[in-house]
T-cell receptor, first 111, second 117 residues
Framework: SQQGEEDPQALSIQEGENATMNCSYKTSINNLQWYRQNSGRGLVHLILIRSNEREKHSGRLRVTLDTSKKRISLFITASRAADTASYFCATLDTGRRALTFGSGTRLQVQP | DTGVSQDPRHKITKRGQNVTFRCDPISEHNRLYWYRQTLGQGPEFLTY????????KSRLLSDRFSAERPKGSFSTLEIQRTEQGDSAMYLCASSGTGGNTMNTEAFFGQGTRLTVV
């Protein structure tokens, strides 16, 4: 079963704009990760945030974690056409050994 | 290439046939995972190996599915008596050099796309 519920399901923005994607989870988690997937390809890891962290940065990416709301957000600043892809949040639930993925946000960046 | 490789990339089979997929993880990784992904959905966990031991299986993994990881290196996923509902992308991932949880990033292969006709 999939835990993460992502919103929006689809997002279309202009190049240079910022993108925001959110993911809600239900159970106790060890860490949360974001992955990117280009059409028909494998997933590529973007960033990991542990349950005791509140914010992480990696290049143009920023992730925030609100454990009281059980919500994680991914921010992409100054988006580029090459950022067009599907983005998945994934949780490592406490006691589990494998990630549980959300249904994804499909991001389209218009040049 | 030191990434995760999967073979074949595409497989078309007739309903009722058996198929086998192979995954070669990153060599130093002891953890290996199989996921299944259908169009427009996120990957769904199927099974997990730590070294050669299969430690977790999803309820999605019916008795027609079997996975092995002999010697703790490559892994195979076999589907017997395929059904049209088995059509999906089958993804393999590996991670970590220690511990038994996915507490570090996972590296995914490009997947095997199965079409059952």
């Amino acid at each position: 079963s999939q835990q993460g519920e992502e919103d929006p399901q689809a997002l279309s923005i202009q190049e240079g704009e910022n993108a925001t994607m959110n993911c809600s989870y239900k159970t106790s988690i060890n860490n949360l990760q974001w992955y990117r997937q280009n059409s028909g390809r494998g997933l590529v890891h973007l960033i990991l945030i542990r349950s005791n962290e509140r914010e992480k940065h990696s290049g143009r990416l920023r992730v925030t974690l609100d454990t009281s709301k059980k919500r994680i957000s991914l921010f992409i600043t100054a988006s580029r056409a090459a950022d067009t892809a599907s983005y998945f949040c994934a949780t490592l639930d406490t006691g589990r050994r494998a990630l549980t993925f959300g249904s994804g946000t499909r991001l389209q960046v218009q040049p | 290439d030191t990434g995760v490789s999967q073979d074949p990339r595409h497989k078309i089979t007739k309903r009722g046939q058996n198929v086998t997929f192979r995954c070669d993880p990153i060599s130093e990784h002891n953890r290996l995972y199989w996921y299944r992904q259908t169009l427009g959905q996120g990957p769904e966990f199927l099974t997990y190996f730590q070294n050669e031991a299969q430690l977790e299986k999803s309820r999605l993994l019916s008795d027609r599915f079997s996975a092995e990881r002999p010697k703790g290196s490559f892994s195979t996923l076999e589907i017997q008596r395929t059904e049209q509902g088995d059509s999906a992308m089958y993804l393999c991932a590996s991670s970590g050099t220690g511990g038994n949880t996915m507490n570090t990033e996972a590296f995914f292969g490009q997947g095997t796309r199965l079409t059952v006709v």
